[in-house]
């Protein structure tokens, strides 16, 4: 299949008309606010499309070195922006999200100190209840050696007074055992 080239010319001046307005002689005229806000958006556009497919036609290796370029070269401005951000945003005591909402700083503290302390509490009421349960699994073994020392004791006694008949003592202990 034989691909063929498409050209697109576009007159800006129909891009204007919701921006522009008319003189009484016909003449289209921009406004300054218009045509700057459109201006600076179809540069952004332009650019961001130009930069996309440049990008596209890297090979990995290239992409990646290129970035590890841009890190090292930018990476003081970017740390220099970022800590002039966060400085703001903690004399301002607001944040702004990456969804553009903002939060408070001292209301995400106590809710994230909140959440550590239910976490916690979850927690030790978990080992609580596990100690709990080991305890009286303990206490009900230690209950059935005390029962069977206390029923050996007594039988012992039987035996030695001849108040027991031979063998009696294996079908009393039978159960307990």
């Known amino acids: 299949?034989?691909?063929?080239?498409?050209?697109?010319?576009?007159?800006?001046?129909?891009?204007?008309?919701?921006?522009?307005?008319?003189?009484?002689d016909g003449d289209y005229h921009?406004?300054?606010?218009?045509?700057?806000?459109?201006?600076?958006?179809?540069?952004?556009?332009?650019?961001?499309?130009?930069?996309?497919r440049i990008i596209k036609g890297f090979?990995?290796?290239?992409?990646?070195?290129?970035?590890?370029?841009?890190?090292?070269?930018?990476?003081?401005?970017?740390?220099?922006?970022?800590?002039?951000?966060i400085e703001k945003g903690i004399d301002r005591g607001i944040?702004?999200?990456?969804?553009?909402?903002?939060?408070?700083?001292?209301?995400?503290?106590?809710?994230r100190l909140e959440q550590a302390i239910n976490s916690n509490r979850h927690?030790?009421?978990?080992?609580?209840?596990?100690?709990?349960?080991q305890i009286k699994t303990m206490e009900q073994g230690l209950q059935n050696r005390y029962d069977l020392e206390f029923a050996a004791g007594i039988i012992k006694n039987l035996k030695d007074n001849n108040l027991l008949k031979d063998g009696a003592e294996k079908m009393l202990l039978k159960d307990e055992a």
């Open 30 to 52: 921009v406004t300054r606010e218009g045509e700057s806000d459109f201006n600076a958006e179809l540069k952004s556009e332009i650019q961001h499309q130009v930069i996309s």
């Open 1 to 24: 299949m034989e691909m063929k080239d498409l050209k697109i010319v576009i007159d800006l001046k129909d891009l204007y008309t919701e921006q522009g307005e008319y003189d009484f």
């Open 123 to 133: 927690f030790l009421e978990s080992i609580d209840k596990s100690v709990k349960a």
């Open 95 to 111: 944040f702004a999200k990456p969804d553009g909402s903002t939060f408070n700083v001292d209301t995400f503290a106590r809710e």
């Open 59 to 85: 090979t990995p290796e290239v992409t990646k070195n290129l970035r590890d370029e841009t890190i090292d070269k930018f990476k003081e401005q970017f740390e220099a922006k970022i800590s002039e951000r």
